[in-house]
């Protein structure tokens, strides 16, 4: 199982870092397909003895337990190979086409000044909890900007979930006094209400804006007064309850806790045991003054031309930025600004592993297998549950809300956790150069004659531009991105500076521009013929004032009086 880059002339074979993943998720698919099966089977049984309504919910569940299991058969075969076409990965910015000119704010912000300033940019952290967890985990705050989004997702679930508990412990401690059995069940009712979102989908938000605020000051205020004063409150009206619609009782609500709480901290495990230190921001920048007699644009030309020379696998660079230098000539003096932005073909590669055949990932290997692990329990202890609600519900059993409830969130976790495993795992590093060329200054028309025009049989004019002091500019980097996905957003990771095919391209360019010719010459073979011509003329003519005989005219057809 691998994943392949394909390029214009081969392909490129890498490990696939869903590998070890995939084995799981078979595993539950088999688990999940096999329980609805069995389930199918329970309610056709329940169809011979007439609980006709009992047997459709119980083929409804083994219905859903078999589409679980299609389903995540399904993404294991989608998994097992990944092809990065044309076009992938994303690009850094918005790509030009080859004869498109102009920028986006992509180009400028995420990409020149990135280059510019030699840094990347980290958001502070915008709320309390996530600025407690970037105090816990100093360095995390150089993961990708989806593994801390996703982190500060975990985080604030996690401590919802520990709130929740405390709230849940003290609850049971002070008691409900009066009606006491309505009341924690009452009690445990509300608190499901509130960790439902966590619950049902721990992992809500990682492709969301930093700065999730799941559990505010305002919240945890709210939770901490309901499990002081709620038990207490919900006493007063005692008998008055109705018995809880669920039935979901404290030991249930626990459970299910505990199983989120240990979800948490296993992601937190493996992303604390794989910190990431400061990376190289390090880029190589030349600047240079020019003065030259030539347009501008033949710089922007020749490195389109150098750039293309150094195309990886004759694939084509992503080009960001393009902005000719425009010069008037009709003008006496005016300004002109060109630039250009170009990535080369990012490259997938793989920077970590045992023995080089393992890819990178953004957390400890033996953690996700854990997780991994994990999910494939949960997915037992949720197929064993729903075994118990489809043999409640044909045997008239009790308990079945709580059963439903139960088997809900189960799955929900075993789900939540795969995806967990799937996020940190599934992370592709690509390396690739960007370069940027800048240019700018004030240019002077001016005129170039060539030849006398009173003794010279031949001379010539030009108009030309006098750039005195021109600022070149030139950026170099090898920059280490990562996308999460095959179609995902590339985030740049680390820089590398390139001095010397900085200074070699530099050198190039330069080379070049004051190689140019400024006047205007004769090149053509006609030009160069009617030239002689009009030169044995002239020296003819020279010899005296007598007329030319007209048997002596270079280039006239030999007559029988020549013979």
């Known amino acids: 199982m691998s994943y392949e880059y394909s390029s214009s002339s ?30 199918l089977f329970q309610a056709r049984a329940a169809l011979h003895t007439g609980a006709h309504v009992e047997a459709l919910v119980a083929a409804a569940v ?35 086409q080859p004869d498109q000119t102009g920028t986006s704010k992509a180009a400028e912000t995420a990409i020149k000044e ?11 952290p915008s709320d309390p909890l996530s600025g407690l967890l970037y105090y816990l985990v100093p360095d995390l705050i150089y993961a990708p900007r989806p593994v ?23 609850s049971a401690i002070l008691g409900g006094g009066d009606g006491g059995g309505r009341v924690s069940g009452w009690v445990a009712i509300i608190l499901f209400v509130i960790s439902a979102p966590s619950l049902l989908n721990p992992r809500a938000g990682a492709r969301a804006e930093v ?4 559990l505010s000051v305002p919240k945890m205020t709210a939770l901490i007064a309901f499990s002081v004063l709620g038990p207490v409150a919900i006493a007063l009206v005692g008998n ?25 901290g296993l992601f937190f495990a493996a992303v604390m045991r794989h910190r990431m230190a400061a990376p190289s921001t390090n880029v190589s920048m030349i600047q240079d003054t020019w003065n030259i007699s030539v347009n501008p644009a033949l710089v922007s030309a020749e490195f389109m031309r150098a750039m293309q020379d150094a195309w990886w696998e004759k694939i084509p660079n992503r080009r960001y930025c393009r902005v000719d230098p425009v010069v008037n000539l009709d003008q006496r003096s005016g300004q002109f600004q060109g630039s250009i932005v170009e990535e080369t073909q990012p490259v997938p590669f793989v920077i970590d592993g045992a023995d080089g055949d393992r890819p990178f990932a953004s957390g400890n290997p033996a953690i996700i297998t854990l997780i991994n692990g994990y999910a494939l329990v949960l997915t037992v ?24 409830a139960c088997t809900l969130f189960v799955w929900a976790l075993a789900k939540a956790a795969f995806d967990v495993a799937r996020f940190l795992t599934l992370r592709f590093d690509f390396r690739s150069k960007l370069i940027w060329m800048d240019m700018n200054g004030t240019y002077a028309a001016a005129e170039v004659g060539q030849g006398n025009r009173y003794t010279s049989n031949l001379h010539s004019s030009s108009q030309v531009v006098q750039i005195e002091g021109m600022t070149f500019r030139l950026w170099m980097a090898e920059v280490h991105s990562v996308a999460f996905g095959k179609d995902g957003q590339r985030h740049i990771l680390s820089m590398l500076g390139k001095p010397d095919e900085a200074a070699s ?18 090149g053509s073979s006609g030009d160069q013929e009617r030239a002689a011509r009009a030169g044995m003329m002239n020296a003819q003519l020279g010899l005296g004032n007598a007329p030319m005989p007209f048997d002596r005219i270079p280039g006239r057809p030999e007559t029988d009086r020549d013979r």
């Open 10 to 39: 081969q392909n490129f074979t890498f490990p696939n870092p869903l590998r070890e993943h995939n084995l799981f998720v078979a595993g539950a698919a088999m688990v999940s397909g096999l329980t609805g099966l069995v389930l």
């Open 62 to 96: 083994a219905f859903l337990l078999v589409s679980m299991g299609g389903y995540l058969l399904f993404q294991v075969f989608s998994q097992l190979r990944f092809f990065f076409g044309r076009g992938r990965p994303q690009g850094l910015a918005p790509q030009l």
């Open 114 to 124: 990135t280059l510019r300033q030699q840094a990347l940019e980290y958001p502070e």
């Open 148 to 170: 801390r989004t996703f982190a500060e997702r975990q985080f604030q679930a996690g401590m919802l979930t520990v709130a929740l508990l405390i709230g849940l412990v003290v």
């Open 211 to 214: 700065g999730i605020n799941v």
């Open 240 to 264: 008055a309850l109705p018995p809880s619609p669920f039935g979901i009782g404290a030991t249930t609500l626990l459970l299910l806790l505990v199983l989120a709480g240990v979800l948490h």
């Open 381 to 404: 202890l949720a197929c064993v549950a729903s075994y118990m609600l489809v043999g409640a519900l044909t045997g008239g059993g009790a308990g079945i809300g709580s059963l439903a």
């Open 505 to 522: 391209l530099a050198k190039r360019l330069k080379d070049f521009i004051t190689s140019q010719a400024v006047m205007v010459s004769v």
